[in-house]
Every structure is written in structure tokens, then in C-alpha cells.
């Protein structure tokens, strides 16, 4: 595992695609599918947490967690080919571990259907569904939180 670089845009927005294309399709419409794909495609969308956010990639580019703000877990996305190896669960420990070091007392999130199972194995609770459009295309994702310890 190492620190998320400012340089690793391009990789962290591959990881980002290939996760959701690989994954989605057990839980997302083909046209959800292509919205939630496409954000990391648009220029400016999501450039700010990518560069300013501070985390992790796992294994060898597997996968990525970001924090941003330092208070709130932003992304946390790993390769298709990676899943269900432990890439999530050592990623979000570091991030929670960093979180703790900062005197973070609790990281907050909206988690989609794919992350909200391995986010609640590990303690987080879900405080409310949310719904929200994509380029016109209707999801629900979760706010969720988590007290450190």
C-alpha cells in the first residue's frame, strides 16, 4: 500500500472506471451503469478530491481510498479483478487509522449499494438512504458514518 499522489489522477480515474464497469452490473442498470462511469470523465468533476484528498492505493493499483474533507471517506473503489481480496477492508483501515492520528473523532460517507455491506462488516451505520440523479438517471446511495475509537 502507499500514499495517493497528486500525479495519480489518471490512474486513480482508471480504477474508478474499471471498478464500476466490472462491478455495478450485479446491483446497476446498464444506464446507471454509463452516468456513474462517465463523472470520471468530465473535466473538473472530480479533479479537486483527486488532487487535495489524501489516501491510498492498494496492491498493485487494485484499488483506491480517498478522504475528502479530511473528515469524510469521498472514494473508496477497487478493480473488478481485485474484489474480494481485502483491497477494501485494508484501504478503509488506513483510512480510518489516519483519520484517528488526526484526532478525527468521526469519518462520515454516501455509499452506494456495492460498498454499504463491507462498510457495515466493519462498523459504519447508515443514517439515512438518499436519493439523486446523474445525468438525469435516478440512485439511491446511503449516508453513512462511523465513531473511531
Known amino acids: 500500500m502507499r500514499p495517493i499522489r497528486p500525479t495519480d489522477s489518471p490512474l486513480l480515474r482508471e480504477i474508478y472506471v474499471d471498478a464500476i464497469q466490472t462491478q455495478a452490473p450485479q446491483a446497476y442498470s446498464p444506464d446507471q451503469i454509463r452516468a456513474w462511469a462517465t463523472l470520471a470523465l468530465l473535466p473538473g468533476l472530480l479533479d479537486r478530491t483527486l488532487e487535495e484528498g489524501q489516501g491510498w492505493i ?28 481485502g483491497h477494501g477492508s ?29 462498510l457495515e462488516q466493519r ?27
Open 58 to 85: 492498494s496492491g498493485i493499483d487494485d484499488g483506491f481510498a480517498i478522504r475528502y474533507p479530511a473528515n469524510r471517506l469521498s472514494m473508496l473503489y477497487c478493480r473488478g479483478r481485485s474484489s474480494r481480496q
Open 90 to 118: 485494508a484501504l478503509l483501515q488506513a483510512i480510518e487509522g489516519d483519520a484517528q492520528r488526526m484526532g478525527i473523532q468521526r469519518l462520515q460517507t454516501e455509499a452506494s449499494l456495492l460498498s454499504r455491506p463491507m
Open 123 to 149: 462498523g459504519w451505520t447508515v443514517i439515512a438512504p438518499e436519493p439523486f440523479m446523474i445525468a438525469g438517471v435516478h440512485f439511491v446511495h446511503f449516508q453513512m458514518e462511523k465513531t473511531l475509537s
